[in-house]
Nanobody
Framework: QLQLVESGGGLVQSGGSLRLSCTAS????????MSWYRQAPGKERELVAP???????SYVDSVKGRFTISRDNAKNTVYLQMNSLKPEDTAVYYC??????????WGQGTQVTVSS
């Protein structure tokens, strides 16, 4: 059973930066894609950014130019560098992994709060 452990959330002022990390308990070779999702209070969970095993990325429009997703396969870790944070980025951020067998795994979530 693959486990995902997230870290790096916290409280930051508007315009600040945070870096989230998510480490998988299994080899990255068993994982096809990893992603970051977020869920704000009263809203549905949304996909923020995925990254494939080959390194292809995409971003939801609201974070383009501010967030960067990256992946270190040697460390079985995916990162989300978040710059120029806005209050509307406040949410619980979840790491997601999909195996080559199309099984889905989720981290426990990490809170990001951006104060104005």
């Amino acid at each position: 059973q693959l486990q995902l452990v997230e870290s790096g959330g916290g409280l930051v002022q508007s315009g600040g930066s945070l870096r989230l990390s998510c480490t998988a308990s299994a080899s990255s070779f068993s994982i096809s894609a990893m992603s970051w999702y977020r869920q704000a209070p009263g809203k549905e969970r949304e996909l923020v950014a995925p990254i494939t095993s080959g390194g292809s990325t995409s971003y939801v429009d609201s974070v383009k130019g501010r967030f960067t997703i990256s992946r270190d396969n040697a460390k079985n870790t995916v990162y989300l560098q978040m710059n120029s944070l806005k209050p509307e980025d406040t949410a619980v951020y979840y790491c997601h992994a999909r195996s080559w067998g199309n099984a889905d795994y989720w981290g426990q979530g990490t809170q990001v709060t951006v104060s104005s």
